[in-house]
């Protein structure tokens, strides 16, 4: 390092700060690199000396407007080589590459090789020259291909190809020079591609671009002269261990490039490393990683050159990191006293979460897309293609994974979820049935993929680049990205680890709104359990008639005509919703549990196809046809809109007499033998206050003859499913009768924009390229429609009925920027997925902190 005198704040060269403890530097004027170095500046590590230019000062560069280079030439002191490196707001959004030893010329090659040995000079010298030659007279790269010497040789064949392309000597004055490079990476910036590109990234459009002049640490010399990076975490698992790359007489990050033979940091078996070769240099080199470590309360990446055995930081990044490594990096530094816990949790993406919870396509993979839709649930899954429930029962038998792929699921569909690794479906959006069910059994889900052509009785598959799959064929879902990829890419694995239990038990003690879980069978209570839900906030009753053994009751209930044929259906149904509730209570442990009365749209459950409607005849020992026409004149025009949930009660109000009767009774039978049940009832699509006045009345009357006939008594909360604009509107008349409200945004949403929940994947994604939809309202809730008519109907529920619990239940009640939203209007819990349950955990810490 040279010993010119420190610039003093406002003299002299104001475009360009020396960066010193205490000069002003700052991340949004000089870029995240500039601040990082003054950091470690302040830690007294070993920086070569640095000067930071500002936005306005490259900006102005870049207009031609340059700063006064020779008084910055002067900071450094005569014969210095220099550096120079961008430095923007956020490393991810690029920049021009770093342009190194300027200041090489003939009379400093001389000189410098009186010290570090001519060849070494020389290939310093070489360097620059390509590297002048490419970035900045942008010459042709190939220009340079036929020179294979570094040294001496190869710098008189550079210099000839230079000046014969150029037509004009190499430049020889470092105040032109550092002038040239500082213009060239200026305007490189301002180009169009490059800010198109970091725009991609997130950059705002006036994203500015700071530059840093280093003086060179050379890694070409004379000694242990070498570069590389060292940082002390894994960045894939987040677990403590030196990792990084050195290469000697190298400079930049060569040693990182493919195939450098470049050293192990550590002892390594599979070759030589640093700690054998040079163990000073690496001792002190982890001195300063720890330094850095505790000092900037972060995992960082040092970029480090060694001159003759001395070791010099010339940079430190964040080190980038996998969302496994993330939570473990955050946690170790909360655990090691470094940032306090509630930090841990604010530096983890609640998104990044759910890659947590599910199988992934291992970063860095080559996709081979051949489809996209929504991406409906997370996680990702290979397997055969199947095209029907059946061929994928049979393939789980033959011990194979397949992927289910069908126009849309139905409830017949079901069997073949369970069996299938992976869903995907032509039709449909966030809340179609596929991926409703999806994302509750944790399945990976791509549903709406509109553009890839679904012959599902033929048996093929035409993907949107014209390639034809067919049954057999091997694809990957990742429902996380919404891709449809072929064959089968590496996958990373699911990572629940104890840095991932502990950052969550901290973000419990946090987070002021409850989380429950939206399960509908044992297993997604005891995945609920498992992620900590604080209960069930909503069991959607018919549900539990997915599986084919339920199926037949289920529809002989809705077909029954007359009165007899009902109540025998009913009485077949009452002990299955028994065994179900009982289990759902045993497994909550006391905890509460939501359930929904049925709310069945009548499509979803009436065969379709000829197998289904025989299997239906045989049961209700009826000819086919009486069956079909029976199913015809049950045709809705619009079922979404037509005999379902509270309306079904309201009109055949035997069949919520019997699920009442089967809670209470399960009631008790839970609570002989455990904590005390008070179950919670819900009435869906709600949207008159008579509604709930009536069924109110019926369910009363059930619980006391229920009481009577056991000789035991116990509670239950009556509760509204809020999700018709009326019912928003008319909240606090509704409000008296019950003891919760819950939003039931899946439908809201679909009635407030007239946008039916199942046909939006066709055409969401042009709606929400073209901008007309900032995203799909299904996935993340619309604050400002739906959102008033939450914020509504909150109001005048709470006004009219102070102490009423609130709630969301649809799915955004798993969306991070949602649970913001339901917290600021005062709701007391949200309700999801049962694998979107950590991820609304620890959003609602962060809200809290
Ligand atoms: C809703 O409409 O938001 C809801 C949770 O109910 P479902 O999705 O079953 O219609
Ligand atoms: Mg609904």
């Not at 969302?323 to 983890?348: F, H």
């Not at 005849?617 to 199913?631: F, G, I, K, N, Q």
């Not at 709606?767 to 939809?773: A, I, L, M, T």
């Given at each position: 390092?040279?010993?010119?005198?420190p610039?003093?704040?406002?003299?002299?060269?104001?475009?360009?700060?020396?960066?010193?403890p205490?000069?002003?530097?700052?991340?949004?004027?000089?870029?995240?690199?500039?601040?990082?170095?003054?950091?470690?500046?302040?830690l007294?590590l070993?920086?070569?000396?640095?000067?930071?230019l500002s936005?306005?000062?490259?900006?102005?560069i870049?207009s031609?407007?340059l700063?006064?280079?020779?008084a910055?030439?002067?900071?450094?002191?005569?014969?210095?080589?220099?550096?120079v490196r961008?430095?923007?707001?956020d490393?991810?959004?690029g920049?021009p590459?770093?342009?190194?030893?300027i200041?090489?010329?003939?009379?400093?090659?001389?000189?410098?090789?009186?010290?570090?040995?001519?060849?070494?000079a020389?290939?310093?010298?070489?360097?620059?020259v390509?590297?002048?030659?490419?970035?900045?007279?942008?010459?042709?790269?190939?220009?340079?291909?036929e020179?294979e010497?570094?040294?001496?040789?190869?710098?008189?064949?550079?210099?000839?190809?230079?000046e014969?392309?150029?037509e004009?000597?190499?430049?020889q004055?470092?105040?032109?020079q550092?002038?040239?490079?500082?213009?060239s990476?200026?305007?490189?910036?301002?180009?169009?591609?490059?800010?198109?590109?970091?725009?991609?990234k997130?950059a705002?459009?006036?994203?500015?671009?700071?530059?840093?002049?280093q003086?060179?640490?050379?890694?070409?010399?004379?000694?242990?002269?070498?570069?590389?990076v060292?940082?002390?975490?894994?960045?894939?698992?987040?677990?403590?261990?030196?990792?990084?790359r050195y290469?000697?007489?190298?400079?930049?990050?060569?040693?990182?490039?493919?195939?450098?033979?470049?050293?192990?940091?550590?002892?390594?078996?599979?070759?030589?490393s640093?700690?054998?070769?040079?163990?000073?240099?690496?001792?002190?080199?982890?001195?300063?990683?720890?330094?850095?470590?505790?000092?900037?309360?972060?995992?960082m990446?040092?970029?480090?050159?060694?001159?003759n055995?001395a070791?010099h930081?010339?940079?430190?990044?964040r080190?980038?990191?996998?969302a496994?490594?993330?939570?473990?990096?955050?946690?170790?530094l909360?655990?090691?006293?470094?940032?306090?816990p509630?930090?841990?949790?604010?530096?983890?993406?609640?998104?990044?979460?759910?890659?947590?919870?599910?199988?992934?396509?291992?970063?860095?993979?080559r996709?081979?897309?051949?489809?996209?839709?929504?991406?409906?649930?997370?996680?990702?899954a290979?397997?055969k293609?199947?095209?029907?429930?059946?061929?994928?029962?049979a393939?789980?038998?033959?011990?194979?994974?397949?992927?289910?792929?069908?126009?849309?699921?139905?409830?017949?569909d079901?069997?073949?979820?369970?069996?299938?690794?992976?869903?995907?479906?032509?039709?449909g959006?966030?809340?179609?049935?596929?991926?409703?069910?999806?994302?509750?059994?944790g399945?990976p889900?791509?549903?709406g993929a509109?553009?890839?052509?679904?012959?599902?009785?033929?048996?093929?598959?035409?993907?949107?680049?014209?390639?034809?799959?067919?049954?057999?064929?091997?694809?990957?879902?990742d429902?996380s990205?919404?891709?449809?990829?072929?064959?089968?890419?590496?996958?990373?694995?699911?990572?629940?680890?104890?840095?991932?239990?502990?950052?969550?038990?901290?973000?419990?003690?946090?987070?002021?709104?409850?989380?429950?879980?939206?399960?509908?069978?044992p297993?997604?209570?005891?995945?609920?359990?498992?992620?900590?839900?604080?209960?069930i906030?909503?069991?959607r009753?018919?549900?539990?008639?997915f599986e084919?053994?339920r199926?037949?009751?289920?529809r002989?209930?809705?077909?029954?005509?007359a009165?007899?044929?009902?109540?025998?259906?009913?009485?077949?149904?009452?002990p299955m919703?028994?065994?179900?509730?009982?289990?759902?209570?045993r497994?909550?442990e006391?905890?509460?549990?939501?359930?929904?009365?049925?709310?069945p749209?009548?499509h979803?459950?009436?065969?379709?196809?000829r197998a289904?409607?025989?299997?239906?005849?045989?049961?209700?020992?009826?000819?086919?046809?009486?069956v079909?026409?029976?199913?015809?004149?049950?045709?809705?025009?619009?079922?979404?809109?037509g005999?379902r949930?509270?309306?079904?009660?309201?009109?055949?109000p035997?069949?919520?007499?019997?699920?009442?009767?089967?809670?209470?009774?399960?009631t008790?039978?839970?609570?002989?033998?455990?904590?005390?049940?008070?179950?919670?009832?819900?009435?869906p699509?709600?949207?008159?206050?008579r509604?709930?006045?009536?069924?109110?009345?019926?369910?009363?009357?059930?619980?006391a003859?229920?009481?009577?006939?056991?000789?035991?008594?116990?509670?239950?909360?009556?509760?509204?499913?809020?999700?018709?604009?009326?019912?928003?509107?008319?909240?606090?008349?509704?409000?008296?009768?019950?003891?919760?409200?819950?939003?039931?945004?899946?439908?809201?949403?679909?009635?407030t924009?007239?946008?039916?929940?199942d046909?939006?994947g066709?055409f969401?994604?042009d709606?929400?390229?073209?901008?007309?939809?900032?995203?799909?309202?299904?996935?993340?809730?619309?604050?400002?429609?739906?959102?008033?008519?939450?914020?509504?109907?909150?109001?005048?529920?709470?006004?009219?009925?102070?102490?009423l619990?609130l709630?969301?239940?649809?799915?955004?009640?798993?969306?991070?920027?949602?649970?913001?939203?339901?917290?600021?209007?005062g709701?007391?819990?949200?309700?999801?997925?049962?694998?979107?349950?950590?991820?609304?955990?620890?959003?609602?810490?962060?809200?809290a902190?």
């Amino acid at each position: 390092m040279n010993d010119a005198a420190p610039q003093k704040p406002g003299e002299a060269n104001p475009h360009v700060t020396l960066i010193t403890p205490s000069a002003p530097i700052a991340t949004p004027t000089h870029g995240g690199r500039a601040k990082c170095l003054q950091r470690l500046v302040r830690l007294d590590l070993p920086v070569p000396r640095t000067v930071a230019l500002s936005f306005g000062t490259v900006h102005r560069i870049a207009s031609g407007e340059l700063p006064d280079i020779r008084a910055m030439l002067d900071i450094f002191g005569a014969g210095a080589l220099l550096c120079v490196r961008p430095s923007s707001e956020d490393p991810d959004w690029g920049g021009p590459g770093a342009i190194l030893n300027i200041g090489m010329n003939d009379a400093s090659c001389a000189l410098l090789a009186e010290r570090i040995g001519a060849e070494a000079a020389a290939c310093l010298y070489l360097r620059f020259v390509q590297a002048y030659a490419i970035h900045v007279e942008r010459l042709d790269a190939d220009l340079f291909d036929e020179i294979e010497d570094p040294g001496e040789e190869g710098l008189a064949a550079a210099m000839a190809a230079y000046e014969e392309e150029a037509e004009a000597p190499f430049p020889q004055d470092p105040a032109h020079q550092l002038a040239q490079v500082l213009r060239s990476m200026a305007r490189a910036w301002e180009g169009t591609t490059a800010r198109l590109l970091r725009q991609a990234k997130g950059a705002p459009m006036d994203a500015g671009l700071g530059l840093v002049v280093q003086e060179m640490a050379l890694g070409i010399g004379r000694g242990e002269c070498g570069s590389g990076v060292l940082q002390l975490a894994d960045s894939d698992t987040g677990l403590r261990q030196i990792t990084g790359r050195y290469l000697s007489q190298s400079q930049g990050r060569e040693a990182l490039e493919q195939g450098s033979p470049a050293l192990f940091l550590t002892c390594d078996p599979r070759g030589p490393s640093l700690e054998e070769t040079a163990p000073e240099a690496f001792k002190a080199l982890c001195g300063f990683a720890e330094t850095m470590r505790n000092r900037l309360r972060e995992e960082m990446q040092i970029e480090f050159t060694i001159e003759n055995g001395a070791v010099h930081i010339l940079d430190g990044v964040r080190v980038r990191r996998s969302a496994r490594a993330a939570v473990r990096i955050a946690v170790r530094l909360a655990e090691d006293g470094i940032i306090p816990p509630q930090e841990a949790i604010l530096r983890i993406d609640p998104h990044a979460i759910t890659e947590l919870l599910h199988r992934q396509v291992a970063p860095g993979t080559r996709r081979d897309v051949i489809g996209r839709g929504v991406a409906a649930s997370p996680g990702a899954a290979t397997g055969k293609i199947v095209f029907s429930a059946a061929e994928a029962q049979a393939s789980a038998a033959r011990g194979e994974a397949c992927i289910l792929v069908r126009r849309e699921t139905s409830p017949e569909d079901v069997r073949g979820m369970h069996a299938a690794s992976a869903v995907l479906t032509e039709r449909g959006g966030m809340t179609s049935h596929a991926a409703v069910i999806g994302r509750g059994m944790g399945l990976p889900c791509v549903v709406g993929a509109a553009r890839m052509k679904f012959h599902v009785t033929r048996k093929f598959l035409v993907a949107e680049d014209g390639r034809t799959l067919r049954e057999g064929d091997v694809i990957t879902i990742d429902g996380s990205s919404g891709q449809v990829l072929a064959g089968a890419p590496a996958m990373v694995e699911a990572a629940l680890d104890d840095a991932f239990q502990t950052l969550m038990g901290w973000a419990d003690t946090w987070r002021d709104i409850g989380v429950r879980a939206n399960a509908d069978t044992p297993d997604d209570a005891a995945t609920a359990r498992n992620f900590a839900a604080q209960g069930i906030g909503l069991c959607r009753t018919e549900h539990m008639f997915f599986e084919a053994d339920r199926l037949t009751p289920m529809r002989e209930m809705i077909f029954a005509d007359a009165p007899e044929d009902r109540k025998a259906a009913l009485a077949r149904i009452l002990p299955m919703q028994r065994a179900d509730f009982t289990e759902l209570f045993r497994i909550m442990e006391g905890m509460p549990v939501c359930i929904r009365l049925f709310d069945p749209p009548l499509h979803e459950f009436l065969p379709t196809d000829r197998a289904g409607l025989r299997d239906l005849a045989e049961a209700l020992d009826l000819p086919v046809s009486d069956v079909t026409r029976r199913v015809e004149s049950m045709g809705e025009y619009n079922p979404m809109l037509g005999l379902r949930g509270v309306r079904l009660g309201i009109t055949v109000p035997e069949i919520y007499d019997m699920q009442a009767r089967a809670i209470f009774e399960a009631t008790l039978d839970a609570s002989r033998d455990g904590a005390p049940v008070v179950p919670e009832i819900m009435l869906p699509l709600v949207s008159a206050k008579r509604e709930v006045e009536l069924l109110r009345a019926r369910i009363d009357a059930v619980a006391a003859a229920v009481k009577a006939e056991r000789g035991r008594g116990f509670d239950y909360r009556l509760g509204v499913m809020v999700e018709t604009p009326r019912a928003c509107l008319r909240a606090d008349e509704i409000a008296p009768y019950t003891q919760f409200l819950s939003f039931g945004t899946n439908d809201l949403t679909q009635m407030t924009y007239g946008l039916s929940r199942d046909d939006a994947g066709r055409f969401m994604s042009d709606y929400v390229s073209q901008g007309v939809f900032r995203e799909d309202p299904f996935h993340l809730l619309d604050i400002e429609g739906v959102g008033e008519l939450l914020a509504i109907g909150a109001e005048r529920a709470r006004q009219a009925c102070p102490g009423l619990t609130l709630s969301i239940c649809g799915e955004h009640g798993g969306n991070p920027e949602s649970i913001a939203f339901c917290r600021a209007i005062g709701m007391d819990y949200v309700s999801c997925s049962p694998f979107r349950v950590p991820v609304a955990r620890l959003a609602a810490a962060q809200l809290a902190i």
